[in-house]
């Protein structure tokens, strides 16, 4: 019997070796199952991550669990939670944090594997680089803009800014985010895992 088109696409994705040429290899990291309802969208492993094999298994990922009010049982959960960053795996370090996402990674693999989550009720996009490819008409405009217009594309699609301790300033200078923006979604988050 063959195997169905997502698993043997996930099993193709995480023995790709097309950027061999990274600081530590590539060892591509993905969460995805065909009942998810969620899909996080996000940028690229970090370190840590690429160590464990485990998506925002670090302390933005701590952080973006909190956003949402989800326990790790729900999060890592693959036929409720899909995590595909743009690129999947640890891109490396340079001056001022990780390199982006590596450009070969999402015209490989990106849509093929998009395709196959059928069920999907709600996407957060994390990231300018997840913006770029799920939010194409929000060119131009700066993180801050495009998250402060979240009403703009509710309920199906929510950009967040990047949950990395990295981001405190952003979020001290941007209160609105912490008191307006998390309180509505995570019922949403609850919704969508309910549908």
Known sequence: MPAAPLPALLAEIRACTACADLPLGPRPVVQAGATARILIAAQAPGRK???TGIPFNDASG???RAWLGLPPEIFYDPA???IVPM???FPGTGRSGDLPPRPECAPLWRAQLLAELRQLRLTLVIGRY?????LP???GQTLTEVVADWPARWPATVALPHPSPRNNLWLKRNPWFEAEL???LRP???QALAA
């Open 182 to 184: 998390l309180p509505a």
């Open 62 to 64: 701590e952080r973006l």
């Open 130 to 134: 997840a913006q770029a490819w799920h």
């Open 137 to 139: 008409g929000a060119g």
């Open 188 to 190: 949403l988050v609850q």
């Open 80 to 82: 409720r939670v899909a």
């Open 87 to 89: 690129g999947f795996c």
């Open 49 to 51: 991550v690429h160590e």
